[in-house]
């Protein structure tokens, strides 16, 4: 199974902009039934599952998101991306995610590397 690049930055896209102004739930739906998200790797837990991964997203609820797409790579069904994530105008992290997508373009493995490094306070 492959995509074009542009169709999995099209898939990336529309889960930023679903972190951006979806709910939890709304995100979530964008993952297989049995995806995995580790967000920040080597950070904590694997969140397993569409409810578990719904249970991660509801930490930003009631936050004012935006997202923009900086840097796009993409390989057969995989893409790596950096992305900025301003959360109530004073606080924006840069992190790199890769992620997985199945048939269906729906995420079946996300990892996000960043840590305090790659925080800046506005």
């Known amino acids: 199974m492959s995509f074009e690049p542009d169709v999995l930055q099209g898939f990336v896209q529309r889960y930023l902009d679903t972190v951006a102004s979806g709910t939890a739930a709304d995100v979530a739906a964008l993952y297989t039934e049995d995806a995995t998200l580790e967000d920040p790797v080597g950070g904590g837990e694997v969140h397993i599952g569409r409810q578990a991964i719904a249970g991660f997203y509801k930490g930003m609820a009631g936050n004012e998101i935006k997202t923009e797409l900086l840097t796009f790579r993409a390989g057969g069904h995989e893409a790596a991306f950096v992305f900025a994530i301003t959360v109530n ?26 840590g305090p490094q790659n925080i800046t306070q506005l």
């Not at 105008?89 to 996000?112: C, H, L, N, W, Y």
């Open 89 to 114: 105008g004073a606080m924006r992290i840069e992190p790199i995610e890769v992620m997985t997508f199945d048939g269906d373009g729906q995420v079946t493995s996300m990892k996000a590397y960043w």
